[in-house]
């Protein structure tokens, strides 16, 4: 294939990539195939003289996607979203055209310096600490790892490092296996499995601290097992808090599980794969506080964020804890500039050498939509759903409602007007407004593509969320009603 036919068979590509997401919702989201359907639909071997262009291209039809979980189907709720969006995809080809290896500043200046730029653009979108941030000169800094389990692994393995040299430093006959068999992390019981596959491929013990009512780590919970080890004589270094847990979206208490870690001397790795991207909404920033307690943050902008898989955004506040664990330099790889303080070399950052040029989906994404337009995006379920359900509600004419806005928030309001009415309207209210919710979700679920997902704390029923402002009326016979209700969609 040269350049001409590049040309015309990139752009049969793209046209076929365009007609099956224009279409994705006619093909089944779950393949109907048994292991090991597509070994006979193939050659045993490789071919000994080149096939066309169209003959790969029907296969891909014929042989591949039979066999593909179609995850941008309007019908696929499993699992977690994954972003896309055109953007994203251009920059992708671009990537594989450039096809460097950014292990280092000189292997590729521009896809190193774009990732610390694209990273402190980020990190200011969610109002991280400066702490964060690269900066001109700071002492933090993002990196795109490939997963949040790799942000994850990363930042115990090095954890692990600084609580042992800081060990062995007090006490130089310390052996690093003493040290090893004593050290212990902690997260809660609603933790992702790559938590605990972090402390197996660590060597650490992993405790889950128990989660409480709402499926939250609690200061009290995980006091308790600091102190029961402590005393048992083993040594807590490393605590994962969630905010969006994969199995109900719940967040740990940020604001009290961080001043223990940051009291005992304890790194602590914030989560947020799932739900992070919201929080460079204003109204959903409050979530992350307690961010400021953190040794290093994650999220995941491939789920939310209109940036394809593979981009999982980590930062720490410092770079040398980092560099300190990972940091290995053969001659082959040394260049000029990396003792001159003013580069960054992202091969110390993380577990492989090689790296993509993933910083240019980011680019070309916050680029072409704009912080507002990634919040419109974030929002769409939020305000855009409200309107609509408040004009399914009022045109049913079963109820009557009126809207307010809360910090630019578009919420449905539901006043107790009439003395007569009783407990039961409200009840028969509420059930005939999520029957119309349900029917909205379904609606749009179809339209968009995709489920709309929203983080909410302590949320662990599908559908609406209710948000319940309580002033209860006063007591009276039967009229023990709630006087207010704020209804709003996420």
């Known amino acids: 294939m040269n350049a001409s036919d590049f040309r015309r068979r990139g752009k049969e ?144 393995l090095a954890a692990r490092t600084k609580v042992t040299r800081r060990l062995q430093a007090a006490s130089p006959g310390l052996t690093q296996g003493a040290v090893l ?33 709402k499926f939250a780590m609690r200061a009290s919970a995980l006091q308790e097992a600091l102190e029961r080890d402590k005393a048992a004589g083993l040594i807590p270094f490393f605590v994962v808090a969630t905010l969006g847990t994969t199995s109900c979206c719940s967040f740990d208490n940020l604001l009290e599980v961080g001043p223990i870690c940051h009291e005992e001397d304890i790194w602590l790795h914030v989560d947020a794969a799932y739900a992070g991207s919201a929080f460079i909404c204003p109204e959903f920033r409050h979530l992350l506080n307690g961010v400021e307690f953190a040794d290093s943050f994650n999220f995941n902008p491939h789920k939310w964020l209109l940036v394809n898989f593979d981009c999982s955004a980590m930062w720490v506040k410092r770079r040398t804890d980092l560099t300190g664990a990972f940091k290995l330099d053969p001659v082959y790889l040394k260049h000029s500039h990396q003792g001159s303080g003013l580069i960054t070399d992202y091969r110390h950052w993380q577990l492989p050498l090689g790296r993509r040029f993933r910083s240019l989906k980011m680019w070309f994404v916050f680029r072409m939509y704009g912080v507002k337009g990634l919040q419109a995006y974030i929002r769409k379920g939020s305000d855009g759903l409200n309107e609509a359900l408040l004009e399914r509600i009022n045109s049913a004419r079963k109820i009557h409602l009126v809207p307010c806005r809360l910090r630019g928030q578009f919420v449905l309001r539901f006043a107790i007007c009439s003395r007569k009415v009783e407990s039961g309207h409200v009840r028969l209210a509420w059930e005939h407004i999520r029957g119309l919710a349900a029917e909205l979700l379904a609606a749009e679920e179809g339209k968009a593509g995709r489920p709309h997902c929203r983080p909410c704390t302590g949320a662990t029923e599908q559908g609406p969320r209710l948000q319940k402002w309580t002033e209860r009326m006063p007591r009276g016979g039967s009229r023990n009603v709630e006087r207010g209700l704020l209804c709003t969609l996420f």
């Open 13 to 156: 590509m793209v046209d076929y990539m365009a007609d099956y997401l224009e279409g994705i919702e006619g093909r089944q989201v779950y393949p109907d195939v048994q292991p090991g359907y597509l070994r006979p639909l193939i050659p045993a071997t490789a071919p000994q003289e080149p096939d066309t262009f169209e003959d790969i291209l029907q296969d891909v039809e014929k042989i591949i996607m039979p066999g593909v979980t179609h995850w941008h189907s309007p019908y696929f709720f499993a699992y977690f979203p994954t972003a896309s969006s055109y953007p994203a995809m251009l920059a992708d080809m671009l990537c594989g055209a450039i096809g460097c290896i950014g292990f280092s500043w000189a292997a590729s200046p521009a896809c190193t310096e774009l990732e610390t730029v694209m990273m402190d653009w980020l990190g200011k979108m969610l109002q991280l600490p400066e702490a964060f941030l690269a900066g001109e000169a700071g002492e933090g800094g993002g990196v795109i790892q490939g997963s949040a389990s790799e942000a994850t692994l990363v930042a115990l």
């Open 181 to 213: 068999e004593k050290l212990v992390a902690y997260a809660s019981d609603q933790a992702h499995s790559s938590v605990e596959r972090a402390g197996l491929i660590g060597g650490v013990k992993l405790k889950a601290i128990p989660s409480d009512g």
